[in-house]
Structures are given as structure tokens and as C-alpha cells.
């Protein structure tokens, strides 16, 4: 069922459950699951089946579905064998409740144990939903009886092996972590016992052959491959840990009396200049009935049997819906009505979205046009629930927005997200990078196996095809790229899951969607980044020079710039009581721990940006070598080195080394960002991991785990805002200012280009109008516009260096500024010299720099706030990496920015709980 169902009451609790640990098959385990849904136990004819779920009847067969007859004994069993009772919610998962119990992690041992949720229903005594007109005594529903009503428990998500009891009961049962469980109930009004139990791993075991062709270095345990379960926190990512539980969106309604069941709802749109268009709505109707459906204007009513349908509506020339760094992302109303009585209401997109592979490249278009893609990989906003809170979704969604994402790409390492997810990217304009639930393990080909995640698809598909946003549906998270890394020959190599029956299914379920067999792909072997979609981390993980974004030629990364990059000082203070958490051993190691890392590796990312800062401050970022180079013979320096290192790094004090860290991560991604956004660059797309941390630490998201940018953030918005001015270094052909505008309004402005000389005068000068009447880009020499060869960034190298700075800003004129997605000025500065610079004095009087509030209106950064604060900002030499953190909690709308002599910035500070703000993203009418 789709979730246009809001407008009908929920009676299931989210509060208000208890969590018992048991030890596995303490109470009623009857040992009739296997992991092949097929052998499950028998249903009752009256039964309905959803996904992979076993769902029976309330009332059982035999006296086998029930657990001690009597109302309530169930619970007291469970109790009684428990040696953990926690407080928990629904949705959530054990190692949520764990984590709030302030249990130590090391005693948790998911798998171990089985988990069981109970609850009270409250159920109403007037059986008649007062959203639902019908006269009870009207309704044809067999499975109703005088004083009785039936429900519908669903639940999105119950991992691992796990069982439902309604009224000591067993209701349903499912083997899959990743597929819905449905149960249809006939209950009276009054109070009902629920309980949830996820079962020990080794009650249902899985088969021990074939073996797997290859191993995951991702995950250790090969028995996972044949588990349908999230795979985060099986793979050992610090702030994560096994999924267990009902981790998904959960409702217990009451079945309407119409009878009309909405199943897929799905647009499609074959013109994109006011041609007609079409929503595609596919239902149930257990009688005969008169149904209408409406939307954007148009009105469709037909007669129906009882039976399945799917019915087409068309749509004259609807407004489209769009990313919003390229327009406006419309969405309009659909209702549909059964006999009168409101059966669904949701909101709809139309936008057709197609994928050019020419050239050895992967372009996405939408509605017609080039869109180059730049986003991040989700990760949840809390690891460790699985993060339902709408909320929280709805503003790391635009907080990424603000970042000038146009794209965020959901990992097969993670796990399907909650239904707010996909609506704020509907409404926040943010298309959807989909993957299957399958990331590095050898995917079984046994037939059972494959039919479950068909249920699996077969629930989903139709789900994300109802929401414009989603984009693109991949087989799987590096599914290829794993066996290519033993040695594995492809052709050899048949993978049935991503061969046949994810395309099969997408095209059948999903055909306004993209497929794409799995990233990376597309190149031979697929892991190479100059064909197809690649996962590149040359800048990164590899530690290769800046200059490997142009060398090894990036089509289209679907993941990038994996950093490990400190939060800021505030922040670091406000978890590891210092900003530097060196306090102590244990501080020290607790922050260490934290650090992104892949697993088995000798390094963390942290380890990373240390590298960079390292080649920044001596002798030069682009005098760096590689991993390939002289520093790949000995290991990574770490912070808590002191007195065994060469050079300058080891004299520095902790926080240097830290804001170092931030400096130089920052300017790699910024420069990355704008160099793969060149109009000939060659590359369509770069999608950054990731998103947001998992834990407070050196995590590789933008964003840190309360949410708060990081300079990776501010990196990010500069270089990829939908109207933007950079600065790119051309080597001995100069430096060029590029224009790039998105939006489809006209630019106008001047463009003004000022430079300073090493003794911190001012240089020459110009100044220049701009226009551009909608998407484009524009490139300017910057020596040309000067006036003549001035050898700015001391590429040529002859005799000292002369130029110290240089600014280009862009002010829209008045018409510009009338469009909402034109900020008021773009800024772009570049300290000349590279190499030549002395890069640790630029960052010190970054430091150092004279700053003063203008207003202060809040009160402190980690309560609310009355009001946003301005701080205003003075260098009086060039600056580097100017960092503001006002305090915790607290975000300004600029930060690590490069400030020329005699500089002046004023910013906005905002608790983080009212960011961003409104003037990041464009507005969009109808669309709140």
C-alpha cells in the first residue's frame, strides 16, 4: 500500500513498547521458518500475502498459531525469560534502545539473542473510522463480524528473521530484513496485545553451499549474502551496528469499507513542451464500485469491476517538475475516490528522465536537458535507528540542497529509507540515486533466493516509481567492481540478480526510471573511471595529486572525495571535551576510533586529509606525489605523533594540525568540484561521500552528526551553487574565471576582477558585463581581461614572485536580483603563487584575523535562539581557510573562505536547528 493513506487513523503506538532480550527459542519458537519464505508455515485460504511476509488470519487454524490461549500471557512469558527489559519505539531497533539505556555496546551482541517488542493496542470502541462515511453495517467484508472490525498491520522493515503475535497469536512471519510484513486482523474494540520478536540468527540458518566466487572486503561474514537484511552495521563503520528490529515505517489502520486499494501510482511524460502527460494508477477493488481519480486540472471517472486495474488519467500540458538547481520542481495534487469516499491523496511530479551512454560517458537529461549531476551519498540521520524523523530528513535534505546538490544517491550498503525522505526530495527539488539492497557480496543464483528478492522489488519498485525525484535504479553497490578486484573475468561470470531480474523488474515496475547495472560499470574493466560510472577516489583515498582529476579523465564518479575531516572545534568540544580531544589516552583513542576507516585497511581517513595538509604546508599540494610516490614507503602520520616525524607538520600544535586538516580538505574538494564542472571537462556527474557522519568524530560527511556543515560543506556550495564564480588554475595557459548559471532566467551583471601585489597593493584591475539568457557557462582569461601577460600564479616561474591575490565578483543587476535564484554577489578569491606560497603562514593569519559581532540576538549555541547573529570580518593581508565556528550548535553562512588584503565579509550565524535558511534555495509555489 502506498502511504497516500495518511488521511485514515493510526492506532499503532510509537511510544509506549517494552524491549525483552531472551535467549533464542525461549518462548514459543516452533522451528518452522527457514530462510526460503516457501517453506514457511501453511496459510489459511483468508490469508493475504505481501512481499516475503507469511501473514495469517487472527482467528488460527489450529491451537498450533496460538501461544497459551489467554490475552496478555504471551507478554508475561517473554518478561519472564528476559535478562535485558528496555524502554523502545516502533520504528526502532535494539541497538537504538541500547544505546538511550546507556548499556555499554560491547554487551549487545544483536545476533545472539532473541529481541521482542510488546505493546498495548488501544483499539476504539466506536469501530466506525470517523474518516470513513460508510455505515459499518453496509460493509460486504466477509472477514467482519457483528462488533468486530478488520485491520491492517504493516510493518516496512522487521530484520532479521522475525515473527508477529496479535493477542498471543502468531499473525505473520518473514526471513527478509529488507521486505514489508503485512498481517490482516479482525479485532473488537478495546485493548490488544502486539509483540514483534526477532529471532537469533542461528535458529533459521542459511545454506552453507555453493560457496561464494569471491569475498567482500567490506564484510566478513559470507553467510550474509544469502540474508535479505541491512547491511549497515554488519559492516564495522564506527556510530553504526547490526540492524535489528522493526526499523521501518509501522501503522495498524483499519480496512475501509470502499474496498479500493491504491497499489502503484506512477506518472509518465513522453513531450517536454506542453505535451499531454499521464498518471498511471494500479489498485485493487474487492467490489464493484465507481472510481475517480483527479489531478493537475484533469478529472478521470470509470465503473470497476471487482478485480485489479490500472487506471490512466491524461494531463494537458501540466507544469513540470524539476531538479532545483535547473528549475522549479513542481508537484501538483492526485485524489483518488472510490463511491464518493477519499481512497488516496498524495502528491505527483511529471518530468521524463533519460540516460545518453555515447562516447563512453553516462549524461542524464531531464525533461530534454543536460543536467551535470553533483550530490552526495545518503547516509542515515541516525545510524543506528535507521533515522525516521521527518524532521531531521526534511533539513538534511535541504541542507544539502543549500550545498547546490542536485542528487542524492541511497547505497546498497544502507537500507530502503522512511517515505519522508523521498517527499522532501520531491518538494526540495533533489533527484534520487537508487540502489538494490546489494552491495561487494557474491549474490546467490539459487531460484528461492531470487524469488525473495522479487517480493523484495516487487514492494519497492512501485514505491519509489510513485516519487519524481527518484532518477536512477542501480543493481547494487560495487556488485561488479568486487570480483573485477580478485581477479574475476566478467564474461565468465553470469549474476542473475543484476543480469536479469533487476532490469527486468525496473522496466516492467519502474519504466520512467534509469537502470544501471551497478556502479561502478560500464568501462573494462568497469572499475575505470575514464568510461562509464566510476567510484574514483584518485583525490582521497589515494592520495594521487589534485591534478589526477584531469589525468585520469572522470566520466562520471557515483562516488568521490572521501575524506575523514574534523568537525569543528566547538563541536569536537562538546563530545571529546577539548577542541583537539587529546585530553587524555582514552580521549585520544575514543576519537580515533570514531574516524571513518574502511575495514580492514591500516589507515582511516583521517589518516588522508593528514596527507594533504601535510603536501599543503611542505612543500606544496601539487607538488605532491601520490601513493605511488616517495611518501608511500613509509606509514600515514598520525595526530598523536609527536617528535618521530620529519618537517614542519610535527612541530605544530594539535589545533593547527586539525584546522590544517579542514583547510586542505576543503580546498581539494573545492578544487575538484570545479574542475569537473569545466563545460569541457568531460565528466556529467560527481557524487561526494558522503552526505552526513554517522558519529561525532573525523567523518568523511559534509555535513557532521548533528547536522552542522563542515568545510567540506562550504567547499562543496561554492563550487557547484547553481550560479557560480570560480577561479581555475590552467597551468601555463593562466587562470580563468568560469560563470556557470543552471537556472533557466537571465543573468545580468558586472563582473569586476581585482588583484593585489605581494606587498599587499592593489593591482591592476577590470571590470566587464555579463549575460547569459538562461543554463550556460562563460569563461573569461583573466590575464586577457588584465589586459596582458602577467604570470599571476608564477606558473612560468621567472625571477620572485609578484602577485598575492586575486578577487572576481559578480553582481546581478537589478533584473537578476529579482529572480530568487540569484544570490545578491558571488565571490571567488584565489591567493596566488601555489607552491611558492608559504601556505602555514597563510592559515595562521586566517587565525588570526580581526573579527567583531554586529548583532548579537541569540543567547548560546546550543539552546534556541531569539534571532541570527552577523559577525563582521577584517584581514588586513591575504588570508586562508578563514574559519568563523561561533559555538556550538551554530552555523554561519560562510566559512573556510580565502579573504584578499584588506577584505571585509559580513556573515549570518543561525542556531542549526533554523538552517539553512530560506535564501539557499530557490522558492517554489504550491509546493510547501
Given at each position: 500500500?502506498?502511504?497516500?493513506?495518511?488521511?485514515?487513523?493510526?492506532?499503532?503506538?510509537?511510544?509506549?513498547?517494552?524491549?525483552?532480550?531472551?535467549?533464542?527459542?525461549?518462548?514459543?519458537?516452533?522451528?518452522?521458518?527457514?530462510?526460503?519464505?516457501?517453506?514457511?508455515?501453511?496459510?489459511?485460504?483468508?490469508?493475504?500475502?505481501?512481499?516475503?511476509?507469511?501473514?495469517?488470519?487472527?482467528?488460527?487454524?489450529?491451537?498450533?498459531?496460538?501461544?497459551?490461549?489467554?490475552?496478555?500471557?504471551?507478554?508475561?512469558?517473554?518478561?519472564?525469560?528476559?535478562?535485558?527489559?528496555?524502554?523502545?519505539?516502533?520504528?526502532?531497533?535494539?541497538?537504538?534502545?541500547w544505546r538511550d539505556a546507556e548499556l555499554p555496546s560491547a554487551t549487545f551482541q544483536a545476533d545472539a539473542h532473541d529481541w521482542w517488542w510488546t505493546t498495548t493496542v488501544n483499539l476504539p470502541q466506536d469501530p466506525q473510522d470517523p474518516q470513513d462515511p460508510l455505515d459499518p453495517q453496509d460493509s460486504q467484508d466477509p472477514q467482519e463480524s457483528p462488533g468486530q472490525r478488520a485491520y491492517r498491520l504493516e510493518l516496512r522493515g522487521v530484520a532479521t528473521v522475525s515473527e508477529v503475535f496479535w493477542d498471543g497469536r502468531r499473525v505473520a512471519a518473514s526471513v527478509s530484513g529488507l521486505d514489508d510484513i503485512v498481517a490482516n486482523l479482525t479485532a473488537r474494540p478495546g485493548e490488544h496485545e502486539l509483540a514483534i520478536v526477532c529471532r537469533a540468527l542461528e535458529l533459521v540458518p542459511v545454506p552453507r553451499k555453493p560457496r561464494p566466487r569471491w569475498r567482500s572486503t567490506l564484510v566478513s561474514d559470507s553467510s550474509l549474502r544469502w540474508r535479505r537484511t541491512p547491511l549497515i552495521g554488519r559492516i564495522p563503520w564506527a556510530g553504526t551496528a547490526v540492524v535489528v528490529g522493526p526499523w521501518g515505517e509501522s501503522s495498524l489502520r483499519a480496512v475501509p469499507h470502499h474496498g479500493v486499494s491504491v497499489t502503484a501510482v506512477r506518472t509518465e511524460l513522453s513531450e517536454t513542451d506542453g505535451g499531454p502527460a499521464t498518471v498511471h494508477v494500479d489498485l485493487t477493488a474487492d467490489r464493484a464500485t465507481t472510481l475517480t481519480v483527479r489531478c493537475a486540472g484533469a478529472e478521470h471517472t470509470a465503473t470497476l469491476a471487482a478485480g485489479q486495474h490500472r487506471v490512466a488519467l491524461e494531463v494537458r500540458g501540466p507544469a513540470l517538475w524539476w531538479p532545483a538547481t535547473h528549475g522549479t520542481p513542481t508537484l501538483h495534487d492526485l485524489e483518488v475516490q472510490a463511491g464518493g469516499q477519499l481512497v488516496?491523496?498524495?502528491?505527483?511530479?511529471?518530468?521524463?528522465?533519460?540516460?545518453?551512454?555515447?562516447?563512453?560517458?553516462?549524461?542524464?537529461?531531464?525533461?530534454?536537458?543536460?543536467?551535470?549531476?553533483?550530490?552526495?551519498?545518503?547516509?542515515?540521520?541516525?545510524?543506528?535507528?535507521?533515522?525516521?524523523?521527518?524532521?531531521?530528513?526534511?533539513?538534511?535534505?535541504r541542507a544539502m540542497r543549500a550545498a547546490g546538490a542536485n542528487l542524492l544517491r541511497i547505497s546498497g550498503t544502507h537500507a530502503w529509507e522512511a517515505e519522508a525522505f523521498y517527499r522532501a526530495c520531491d518538494r526540495h527539488g533533489l533527484l534520487v540515486w537508487h540502489d538494490a539492497m546489494l552491495a561487494t557480496l557474491d549474490p546467490p543464483s539459487e531460484p528461492s533466493w531470487l524469488a525473495l528478492v522479487e517480493d523484495e522489488l516487487r514492494t519497492w519498485l512501485p514505491r519509489l516509481g510513485a516519487h519524481p525525484c527518484?532518477?536512477?535504479?542501480?543493481?547494487?553497490?560495487?556488485?561488479?567492481?568486487?570480483?573485477?578486484?580478485?581477479?574475476?573475468?566478467?564474461?565468465?561470470?553470469?549474476?542473475?540478480?543484476?543480469?536479469?531480474?533487476i532490469p527486468r523488474?525496473?522496466?516492467?515496475?519502474?519504466?520512467?526510471?534509469?537502470?544501471?547495472?551497478?556502479?561502478?560499470?560500464?568501462?573494462?574493466?568497469?572499475?575505470?573511471?575514464?568510461?562509464?560510472?566510476?567510484?574514483?577516489?584518485?583525490?582521497?583515498?589515494?592520495?594521487?595529486?589534485?591534478?589526477?582529476?584531469?589525468?585520469?579523465?572522470?566520466?562520471?564518479a557515483a562516488e568521490a572525495l572521501a575524506f575523514g575531516v574534523p568537525p569543528a572545534p566547538s563541536e569536537i568540544t562538546r563530545f571529546f571535551g577539548t577542541g583537539t580531544a587529546d585530553s587524555d589516552d582514552s580521549v585520544a583513542a575514543d576519537w580515533r576510533s570514531a574516524a571513518a576507516r574502511d575495514p580492514g585497511a591500516a589507515w582511516d581517513?583521517?589518516?588522508?586529509?593528514?596527507?594533504?595538509?601535510?603536501?599543503w604546508i611542505e612543500p606544496g599540494m601539487e607538488a605532491d606525489t601520490g601513493a605511488a610516490g616517495a611518501e608511500s614507503s613509509t606509514p600515514p602520520v598520525r595526530l598523536s605523533d609527536t617528535g618521530n616525524?620529519?618537517?614542519?607538520?610535527?612541530?605544530?600544535?594539535?589545533?593547527?594540525?586539525?584546522?590544517?586538516?579542514?583547510?586542505a580538505v576543503a580546498q581539494a574538494v573545492e578544487h575538484t568540484l570545479t574542475d569537473l564542472r569545466r563545460g569541457d571537462s568531460g565528466c556529467d556527474g560527481v557524487i561526494v561521500l558522503a552526505s552526513r557522519d554517522l558519529t561525532p568524530g573525523a567523518g568523511w560527511g559534509l555535513l557532521d552528526s548533528t547536522g552542522r556543515p563542515k568545510a567540506t560543506w562550504y567547499a562543496m556550495r561554492r563550487a557547484c551553487a547553481e550560479t557560480a564564480v570560480t577561479l581555475i588554475d590552467d597551468g601555463l595557459s593562466g587562470l580563468h574565471v568560469h560563470v556557470h548559471h543552471d537556472q533557466p532566467v537571465v543573468l545580468t551583471g558586472r563582473l569586476y576582477v581585482r588583484t593585489w601585489t605581494v606587498h599587499q597593493n592593489p593591482g591592476p584591475q577590470a571590470e566587464l558585463s555579463v549575460e547569459l539568457t538562461g543554463p550556460g557557462e562563460l569563461v573569461y582569461p583573466v590575464e586577457k581581461l588584465l589586459g596582458g601577460f602577467l604570470d599571476l600564479d608564477h606558473a612560468w616561474g621567472f625571477g620572485d614572485r609578484q602577485w598575492e591575490a586575486l578577487e572576481v565578483e559578480l553582481v546581478p543587476d537589478d533584473s537578476s536580483k529579482a529572480q530568487p535564484q540569484v544570490v545578491e554577489s558571488l565571490r571567488a578569491v584565489r591567493l596566488l603563487g601555489g607552491g611558492h606560497r608559504h601556505a602555514l603562514a597563510d592559515l595562521r593569519e586566517g587565525q588570526g584575523l580581526e573579527r567583531r559581532t554586529v548583532d548579537a540576538a541569540h543567547t548560546d549555541g546550543v539552546h534556541d535562539s531569539i534571532g541570527p547573529t552577523t559577525v563582521e570580518l577584517t584581514a588586513g593581508r591575504a588570508a586562508a581557510a578563514v574559519a568563523v565556528d561561533p559555538g556550538p550548535g551554530l552555523v554561519p553562512d560562510d566559512d573556510f573562505m580565502d579573504m584578499a588584503p584588506g577584505g571585509r565579509r559580513i556573515l549570518t550565524v543561525r542556531p542549526v536547528q533554523h538552517w539553512p535558511a530560506s535564501a539557499y534555495f530557490s522558492r517554489r509555489d504550491g509546493n510547501d
Open positions: 500500500m502506498l502511504t497516500g493513506t495518511d488521511h485514515i487513523r493510526d492506532h499503532l503506538p510509537r511510544d509506549g513498547w517494552y524491549l525483552y532480550r531472551t535467549a533464542p527459542g525461549a518462548v514459543s519458537w516452533r522451528g518452522d521458518l527457514n530462510w526460503d519464505t516457501r517453506s514457511a508455515p501453511a496459510q489459511p485460504p483468508a490469508s493475504q500475502v505481501r512481499g516475503d511476509s507469511v501473514a495469517l488470519s487472527a482467528a488460527p487454524e489450529s491451537d498450533d498459531d496460538a501461544v497459551e490461549g489467554e490475552h496478555g500471557r504471551l507478554a508475561d512469558r517473554v518478561a519472564a525469560a528476559a535478562d535485558h527489559v528496555l524502554a523502545a519505539t516502533v520504528p526502532g531497533t535494539a541497538a537504538g534502545a488516496e491523496r498524495r502528491r505527483v511530479g511529471f518530468r521524463q528522465i533519460r540516460a545518453r551512454t555515447d562516447h563512453g560517458g553516462f549524461t542524464l537529461e531531464v525533461n530534454g536537458t543536460r543536467v551535470f549531476v553533483r550530490g552526495a551519498v545518503w547516509t542515515p540521520v541516525d545510524a543506528l535507528t535507521l533515522g525516521d524523523d521527518p524532521a531531521e530528513i526534511d533539513r538534511t535534505v527518484v532518477a536512477v535504479f542501480s543493481g547494487g553497490n560495487e556488485v561488479l567492481q568486487q570480483p573485477v578486484l580478485w581477479g574475476r573475468d566478467l564474461s565468465q561470470l553470469p549474476i542473475p540478480v543484476i543480469d536479469d531480474l523488474l525496473t522496466a516492467e515496475l519502474a519504466p520512467q526510471v534509469v537502470h544501471v547495472s551497478s556502479t561502478p560499470c560500464g568501462g573494462e574493466p568497469p572499475i575505470r573511471p575514464d568510461r562509464g560510472i566510476s567510484h574514483w577516489f584518485g583525490v582521497g583515498a589515494y592520495r594521487r595529486p589534485l591534478s589526477d582529476v584531469r589525468t585520469c579523465g572522470v566520466r562520471f581517513f583521517e589518516d588522508t586529509s593528514v596527507h594533504y595538509a601535510r603536501r616525524s620529519d618537517g614542519v607538520w610535527s612541530a605544530l600544535s594539535r589545533d593547527t594540525q586539525l584546522h590544517a586538516e579542514r583547510a
